[in-house]
């Protein structure tokens, strides 16, 4: 039964960190598209000064 309980106490532990990697992934995906969209307004804006 131990043996039984460490196992599955080991898969949802690899779980959990599996989905704690796919949310910092994502956060960091989001991150970039908003400083990429930050940057192309900047550009955007300074191109429409000219």
Known sequence: ???F???VITKME????KRNDNLISMI???D???VSG???ALV???????
């Open 1 to 3: 039964m131990d043996d």
């Open 5 to 7: 309980a460490k196992e």
């Open 14 to 17: 690899t779980c959990e960190k």
């Open 28 to 30: 960091w995906q989001l």
């Open 32 to 34: 970039f598209f908003m």
């Open 38 to 40: 930050y940057f192309l």
């Open 44 to 50: 955007f804006s300074l191109l429409a000064v000219l």
